[in-house]
């Protein structure tokens, strides 16, 4: 899980919680620690994608029976590693991740472009790793593509995005299923 980071003591996902692949890459601390207080975000992914059933606790994630890693690439203020450790990152226990989940996108309306160091770190992720399998990586389209939390649109595109358009990255939206006559949103 690659993203702001998350509880690994949450009794829906202590149990596949995996330490020594933990990373800060700020810090470089083998922790997955949220970096702020207000930070949630990993935790809730984490959970869609790992959560155990059967506890009595939240819900049940997608694959419920997975071992997992959490990887911080964002710090309290929400910015990204500086190239080196972005870098690192997406090789980060490369022989051990079956897939890598990075629910994070463009925040801007201005394209966010990988530099040369991270496009091959990530191009090797996808194509080398794993000796030669690669690792499928699952990239978020973004959570803000009509209205963004700042009232402007096109912000999250993922059109906009070189991480999320690297060939062989898999991007993908979510849906949200209303009833007849319900509204959502505004």
Known sequence: MYDDGADATHPDLRDGFVPQLARNWFTMATNCVH???AQFHGTATAG?????GGNGVGMVGAAPQARWAGQVIFDAAGNLPETEQLARAFGHAADQAWVQNHSWSNADLDFLYATPVEHVALSNALHVARG???IPMV???GNTRTKS???ARGVG???LDAFANAPGAITVAGLIAISPGQVYGT
């Not at 869609?48 to 155990?52: F, H, S």
């Open 48 to 52: 869609l994608v790992v959560a155990r």
């Open 132 to 134: 030669g399998l690669g």
């Open 35 to 37: 970096t702020a207080r």
């Open 139 to 141: 990239r978020s389209a």
């Open 157 to 159: 595109d993922a059109n």
């Open 149 to 151: 939390w700042f009232g």
